[in-house]
T-cell receptor
Framework: AQTVTQSQPEMSVQEAETVTLSCTYDTSESNYYLFWYKQPPSRQMILVIRQEAYKQQNATENRFSVNFQKAAKSFSLKISDSQLGDTAMYFCAFGANYGGSQGNLIFGKGTKLSVKP | DTGVSQDPRHKITKRGQNVTFRCDPISEHNRLYWYRQTLGQGPEFLTYFQNEAQLEKSRLLSDRFSAERPKGSFSTLEIQRTEQGDSAMYLC?????????????????FGPGTRLTVL
């Protein structure tokens, strides 16, 4: 069975600084997807960034980038130039690739990020 | 397109009562998922539909839980004889499963959730 581990329950960062959130996962699948979702205090989950395991290039979305280390089964999220609006719970999630379909997602327990002015 | 919507947003009920939640996915999405999230935890998968067919159910989905997606559009999740342990946020998500020669990974888009409190 697949598992996702987020070892940092809480983190804080000063506005405009850079922060990295850690995620490791365990799977025997060779083809899968990885995601970072953000859940602000209003509690609607928002996709931040995704990575397909077959792609070697790390995904980037504006201030958000990932460091995907497939052999180490590590998938960290880097947030550059942190903004107050980045304050949220961040969840790492795994989706197996079944012929192009991800099926259900397996989530970590989350990291609560606080951006301080 | 207004995204995934869920109704009600909050539900308070007494132990033993039945409750039903509704999810309206993004209109062109053919997949619909239900997750449960308890305080301080990540969402846990309950079940999902491909169009109107329920393809997978988690062992978390006891006999008291039933989900439907008639006509492959909106979905309902019913909990019978609620227990205090059912108190949680129930999240719905939808995605577009694409078929064809080109590989198109789908992304799940989440609704705001229904918070259930069982007294």
């Amino acid at each position: 069975a697949q598992t996702v581990t987020q070892s940092q329950p809480e983190m804080s960062v000063q506005e405009a600084e850079t922060v990295t959130l850690s995620c490791t996962y365990d799977t025997s699948e060779s083809n899968y997807y990885l995601f970072w979702y953000k859940q602000p205090p209003s509690r609607q989950m928002i996709l931040v960034i995704r990575q397909e395991a077959y792609k070697q290039q790390n995904a980037t979305e504006n201030r958000f980038s990932v460091n995907f280390q497939k052999a180490a089964k590590s998938f960290s999220l880097k947030i550059s130039d942190s903004q107050l609006g980045d304050t949220a719970m961040y969840f790492c999630a795994f989706g197996a690739n079944y012929g192009g379909s991800q099926g259900n997602l397996i989530f970590g327990k989350g990291t609560k990020l606080s951006v301080k002015p | 397109d207004t995204g995934v919507s869920q109704d009600p947003r909050h539900k308070i009920t007494k132990r033993g009562q039945n409750v039903t939640f509704r999810c309206d996915p993004i209109s062109e999405h053919n997949r619909l998922y239900w997750y449960r999230q308890t305080l301080g935890q990540g969402p846990e998968f309950l079940t999902y539909f491909q169009n109107e067919a329920q393809l997978e159910k988690s062992r978390l989905l006891s006999d008291r839980f039933s989900a439907e997606r008639p006509k492959g559009s909106f979905s309902t999740l019913e909990i019978q004889r609620t227990e205090q342990g059912d108190s949680a946020m129930y999240l719905c998500a939808s995605s577009l499963e694409s078929y064809g020669q080109e590989f198109v990974p789908d992304t799940q888009y989440f609704g705001p959730g229904t918070r259930l409190t069982v007294l």
